[in-house]
């Protein structure tokens, strides 16, 4: 089992940047892919992307690919989400997660371990 913290999250402005971390404890976070989701209010959760346990690829939904990167140091046990050009829309709740196996592309895998979530707040 892996626990994970995100930080990060907070006030920006339409067309800002942010970047989120999510800190790992437990041996096992090297070998884990790590994903990103986020919940809106009134909304589902939502897969943002994820990363392969080496960092070696990475996958983004369409909507925020080109604005969003995900990366990973796995020396430090964390793993980051940066995000640009922000719009009112990535208003949400932001989660890691992590889960053992293959990376996929997938929105469906079922994750192991979640954070507590951090509170991202775009104002237009």
């Known amino acids: 089992q892996v626990q994970l913290v995100e930080s990060g999250g907070g006030l920006v402005q339409a067309g800002g940047s942010l970047r989120l971390s999510c800190a790992a404890s437990?041996?096992?976070?090297?070998?884990?892919?790590m994903g990103w989701f986020r919940q809106a209010p009134g909304k589902d959760r939502e897969f943002v992307g994820a990363i392969s346990w080496s960092g070696s690829s990475t996958y983004l939904v369409d909507s925020v690919r080109g604005r969003f990167t995900i990366a990973r140091a796995n020396a430090k046990n964390t793993v980051y989400l940066q995000m640009n050009s922000l719009k009112s829309e990535d208003t949400a709740v932001y989660y890691c997660?992590?889960?053992?196996?293959?990376?996929?592309?997938?929105?469906?895998?079922?994750?192991?371990?979640w954070g507590q979530g951090t509170q991202v707040t775009v104002s237009s």
């Open positions: 997660a992590g889960r053992s196996g293959p990376f996929t592309y997938s929105a469906y895998e079922p994750y192991d371990d």
């Open positions: 437990g041996r096992t976070f090297s070998r884990y892919v």
